[in-house]
């Protein structure tokens, strides 16, 4: 059983469309990362969001905090064939962070 | 400065075979950490360090298993013996203090036959 539960697993959308992308938990976390990675490459954090309600934008992407600190969402959009990825969320306790499985974005061009 | 480097980048052993797995975190972090990371269980954390030290292992699968730092700038994740299903990508990363970001290393995919 995943602590970090993300949906959907895989997802292949045309460019120009927007999507979200959700990491759901029973666990509180003290922050929540978003990162994405590409194949062959190690993850690169996008952003930390720590406060519930917490929105951040980065671009064309939009992260939120739930407001018990459970669960956040990635909103992307216009997305354009260079987000194509794995979008992992991780949530920190302890010093520790721990992973969802990740969402597989596909944008086709 | 480099980021994290890991070799090597590829490694493919037969059963029974022991595996050295080696990282050299950005310099001046003092927290390394050990992933494994699988299709079906995603990216799951093995051991870290703080200041050389470990900290947390309750992560690493079995005694096969084990990790050193002998120093602030190497790590090195051993498996003996290998299984095929340790198979999988192990990443580095390291980080300057508890909150802030971990940077990985390109990661090493370990295929055991």
């Known amino acids: 059983t995943q602590l970090l539960e993300q949906s959907p697993q895989f997802l292949s959308i045309q460019e120009g469309e927007n999507l979200t992308v959700y990491c759901n938990s029973s666990?509180?976390?003290?922050?929540l990362q978003w990162y994405r990675q590409e194949p062959g490459e190690g993850p690169v954090l996008l952003v930390t969001?720590?406060?519930?309600?917490e929105v951040k934008k980065l671009k064309r992407l939009t992260f939120q905090f739930g407001d018990a600190r459970k669960d956040s969402s990635l909103h992307i959009t216009a997305a354009q064939p260079g987000d194509t990825g794995l979008y992992l969320c991780?949530?920190?306790?302890?010093?520790?962070?721990?992973f969802g499985i990740g969402t597989k974005l596909q944008v086709i061009p | 400065d480099a980021g994290v480097i890991q070799s090597p980048r590829h490694e493919v052993t037969e059963m029974g075979q022991e595996v050295t797995l080696r990282c050299k975190p950005i310099s001046g972090h003092d927290y390394l950490f050990w992933y494994r990371q699988t299709m079906m269980r995603g990216l799951e954390l093995l051991i870290y360090?703080?200041?050389?030290?470990?900290?947390?292992d309750s992560g690493m699968p079995e005694d096969r298993f084990s990790a050193k730092m002998p120093n602030a700038s190497f790590s090195t994740l051993k498996i003996q013996p290998s299984e095929p299903r340790d198979s999988a990508v192990y990443f580095c990363?390291?980080?300057?203090?508890?909150?802030?970001?971990?940077?990985f290393g390109p990661g090493t995919r370990l295929t055991v036959l």
């Open positions: 969001v720590v406060t519930g309600g």
């Open positions: 990363a390291s980080r300057d203090s508890p909150v802030n970001e971990q940077f």
């Open positions: 991780a949530g920190g306790r302890d010093q520790k962070v721990t």
């Open positions: 360090f703080n200041n050389n030290v470990p900290i947390d």
């Open positions: 666990s509180v976390f003290s922050s």
